[in-house]
Nanobody, 128 residues
Framework: QAQLVESGGGSVQAGGSLTLSCTVP????????????MGWFRQVPGNDREGVAA???????FYGDSVKGRFTISGDNADNMLTLHMNNLKPEDTAVYYC??????????????????WGQGTQVTVSS
């Protein structure tokens, strides 16, 4: 069961733009879940999950080499919301995109195993 709620995604032609959004639902746990790091990953069949971008509670942002200059991550971890603006999309950006949250930071932002909550995934398809 997905623990994060994603929206956005879809199909677009190369050079186009899309925006993905992610929220952490409020829960009844005490203390409530508080992420320190939130990010986006993507995956195509047969490949490992790839880190796209992430944002620390303190504000620092990180990007994968393949998306630098084209994607922008924004939002506020304190509000448990995250947005990924994707510009100048390329066919190689086609993948299922997943939102992820980590309640503690253990290693490099792109190491997916440190994230303890995930969204259900949303398809992004870029045609040439």
């Amino acid at each position: 069961q997905a623990q994060l709620v994603e929206s956005g995604g879809g199909s677009v032609q190369a050079g186009g733009s899309l925006t993905l959004s992610c929220t952490v639902p409020k829960d009844t746990y005490t203390p409530p879940y508080k992420p320190w790091l939130m990010g986006w990953f993507r995956q195509v069949p047969g490949n490992d999950r790839e880190g796209v971008a992430a944002k620390l509670l303190g504000g620092s942002s990180f990007y994968g080499d393949s998306v630098k200059g084209r994607f922008t991550i924004s939002g506020d971890n304190a509000d448990n919301m995250l947005t990924l603006h994707m510009n100048n999309l390329k066919p190689e950006d086609t993948a299922v995109y997943y939102c992820a949250a980590a309640s503690s930071v253990k290693t490099k932002w792109s190491t997916h195993t440190q994230y303890d909550r995930w969204g259900q995934g949303t398809q992004v398809t870029v045609s040439s």
